[in-house]
């Protein structure tokens, strides 16, 4: 089904989460992407197909989005993540914030990608160009997630 | 932690969970739940146990995985109760 408030099986549409934060008194507005990238280092990668635990992604950005809406009372985030196979170059996630000063709307959006990360119940399979597939985990410290640990992101796993 | 395994008839003083595998691990089982009865008091370490025991490839799900109960992450301490669903959630990848 993977159509709901946060999942989608079609193009992420960053307009339509745009529209969802918009509001004339939040004066900062950040829009994080995350793309499937097939950079030298990936390897033939030509998609990269998404499933999830869809219940529980649900349930999971209720929390990790309410957890942000408390730290930046008077913003607004949204989010959403795209499932299936995802081409090289696509969205496979969308994050807006939009806060009433710039510092918080890059904090919020900050906060919520790392904690997607962390806790968010989703896989991932590289599909190669000859069609083979091979399950992908994230790297860990790939990216450091030392603000959101500071910020304390109570929930995670462990 | 090693447990006895409830007999079918002593449904009394077993609880019935399923266990749901996702991606890599419904993949290694070759399925997606694995319907255990167990103790009383079992916790998910002890259904991890289990699963490790019955399913196919079961030893090569790790003895700590992610877990979840009730849509939420859990400890692998965490208390099952007769009818909960738990969630073995091999490393994430999402974004």
Redesign the interface.
């Known amino acids: 089904m993977a159509e709901g408030r946060y999942l989608t099986r079609r193009p992420i549409e960053p307009e339509a989460l745009l529209a969802a934060v918009n509001h004339p008194g939040l004066g900062g507005t950040v829009l994080f992407l995350g793309t499937v990238r097939c950079g030298p280092d990936d390897g033939p990668v030509t998609a990269i197909e998404y499933t999830a635990y869809e219940e529980m992604v649900a349930a999971e950005f209720d929390r990790i989005l309410g957890e942000a809406r408390q730290r930046w009372p008077g913003g607004r985030v949204a989010a959403c993540h795209r499932l299936g196979t995802v081409p090289a170059g696509e969205a496979s996630i969308a994050i807006a914030a939009a806060m009433p000063h710039r510092a918080d709307a890059f904090a919020a959006c900050r906060y919520v990608i790392e904690e997607v990360k962390r806790r968010l119940p989703v896989w991932k399979q590289e599909v190669m160009d000859d069609g083979t597939r091979r399950w992908r985990e994230a790297q860990a410290g790939a990216e450091p997630a030392e603000e959101a640990e500071e910020a304390g992101g109570a929930g995670g796993p462990r | 932690m090693q447990f006895r395994v409830a007999p079918q008839t002593d449904s009394l003083t077993a609880i019935k969970v399923t266990v749901?595998l996702?991606?890599?691990y419904a993949e290694l089982a070759g399925t997606e739940s694995v319907s255990l009865e167990l103790p009383p008091g079992a916790t998910v370490a002890d259904a991890v146990a289990a699963v490790r025991r019955q399913a196919r490839n079961g030893e090569q799900i790790p003895t700590r995985p992610?877990a979840?109960v009730k849509?939420?992450?859990v400890?692998p301490n965490h208390a099952l109760a007769d009818g909960d669903q738990v969630?073995l959630?091999?490393?994430?990848?999402?974004?």
């Open positions: 749901r996702f991606a890599q992610l979840a849509l939420a992450h400890l969630a959630l091999p490393p994430l990848a999402g974004g």
